[in-house]
């Protein structure tokens, strides 16, 4: 367990204990680390992309492709991680994609990358995250205490919200100065740092935990995953949420570009805006999150960050009827962004937060990857019945439609009383 015991001799929970928990800021560092390295690599591989294709197809390809393990692999890595030894799991993991990304930048320098390899390697990478994952998450209950879960959970989402943004910030610049391949040779770098220090966290695992399980016991261990899944309602009911959200975002994102040229009639700037304004909402969002926590249950966070969620899509087409007046529609457009991220983090630390307090330590692993694999697996689905509904209907629409669906769902959602704690 952790080093100190949270709130010791004291009622209240602050930063401050989460700071004591000596072993758990190990792996928020390694966690700030990796995602240093992801918000570079995010902006590096697209740049790799075009510059090896010179096509939006393959970049689809590739995206589609990173996340077919998540989808299909994570249940069963997350039922398999339960019966190893989770810290191993992690520096293993982290190692195999810090070499896989130094071989890309290498054979990109030697001239030697084309799309298929580039397609292999993204796959061995995203199959190793799809185990990194689960023991990640089934690790926390060994260094965090409990009832540092608001603070812990919350200040690890604001310190690699915050230094995402640094990233992104960062990355056009390193590949303009020094190249694409020192983008990802500084993504590579994270993971072995991001091992290093994971390999001196003290779990108090038994290093031999090693079980081998045939596929038979897979299965078994996955079904008791579902069976408990399905008898805990509230937990369930955590799953759906985090599968509706995720499906709520796809327009979002994947429809930005039309959004941006076609509704709202800006240039690319808009982008930067609308994703600093988000993420940055984020980071507040996660740091305000064991305040909020202390004077709102969870079903009313819930409630305020879809409506929030809802009436940002709204508000981004109605900016469209401003287009001429570009510094009104840069300014509603920031400030909605940020606070529609605020909303928005609020309402995934709430549901983090209470999955880790409601979730069973035993199941933590398996349970996560199934939430995981059903949010991911959305995605696609939703990517295509937008992808149909752009050929019939405008992007204007497509947001009003999602916009004033999704608002009636968290309404009903916030009348029928539906449990979240």
């Not at 010791?8 to 928990?21: E, L, N, P, S």
């Not at 994270?190 to 081998?212: C, H, M, P, R, W």
């Not at 249950?297 to 809802?310: D, E, H």
């Not at 330590?361 to 959305?378: K, P």
Request: glycine share 8%; charged share 10%; hydrophobic share 55%.
């Amino acid at each position: 367990m952790s080093d100190e015991n949270c709130a010791k001799g004291r009622m209240t929970v602050g930063y401050g204990d989460v700071f004591r928990q000596k072993e758990y800021m190990k792996l928020i560092f390694a966690n700030v680390i990796n995602r240093f390295g992801d918000s570079i690599d995010y902006v590096a591989f697209t740049w790799l992309v075009y510059s090896l294709t010179g096509s939006a197809a393959w970049s689809a390809i590739i995206f589609g492709i990173n996340r077919v393990p998540t989808i299909f692999l994570q249940p069963f890595a997350g039922a398999m991680v339960e019966n190893w030894n989770k810290k191993t799991v992690m520096v293993l993991n982290d190692i195999i994609r810090g070499v896989s990304v130094s071989l890309v930048a290498v054979l990109f320098l030697l001239h030697l990358l084309n799309p298929w390899i580039l397609l292999a390697f993204t796959l061995v990478i995203s199959s190793a995250e799809a185990f990194r994952g689960p023991a990640g998450t089934a690790v926390l209950p060994k260094i965090l205490d409990k009832e540092c879960y608001d603070f812990g959970l919350s200040l690890n989402s604001t310190l690699t919200n915050v230094i995402e943004l640094a990233g992104l910030a960062l990355a056009g610049g390193i590949i303009a100065l020094f190249g694409i391949h020192t983008a990802i040779f500084t993504d590579a770098v994270t993971f072995f740092g991001s091992a290093v220090i994971i390999l001196f966290i003290k779990t108090g695992e038994d290093i031999n935990t090693y079980q081998k399980i045939n596929f038979n016991e897979y299965l078994d261990t996955l079904k008791g995953g579902i069976i408990y899944l399905k008898k805990n309602s509230i937990i369930f009911n955590f799953v759906l949420l985090a599968m509706v959200a995720n499906a709520i975002l796809v327009p979002l994102n994947s429809l930005q570009a039309p959004l941006i040229k076609n509704v709202l009639k800006q240039g690319e700037l808009m982008l930067s805006v609308l994703s600093f304004g988000m993420t940055a909402g984020l980071g507040i969002g996660s740091a305000l999150y064991p305040y909020a926590a202390k004077k709102l249950n969870t079903r009313v966070i819930v409630f305020m960050g879809g409506i929030l969620l809802s009436f940002y899509y709204l508000v981004l087409v109605l900016c469209g009827y401003l287009s001429y007046y570009k510094l009104i529609v840069y300014a509603v457009c920031i400030i909605t962004s940020l606070i529609t991220g605020c909303a928005l983090s609020l309402l995934i630390s709430a549901l983090n937060v209470q999955f880790m307090k409601q979730v069973d330590s035993e199941y933590l692993a398996r349970v996560g990857a199934i939430m995981s694999s059903g949010c991911v697996g959305a995605i696609p689905v939703v990517s295509f019945l937008i992808g149909i509904l752009t050929k019939i209907v405008s992007v204007s629409v497509i947001f009003y439609a999602i916009g004033g669906l999704s608002m009636i769902f968290f309404i009903i959602l916030y009348l029928k009383k539906v449990r979240f704690e």
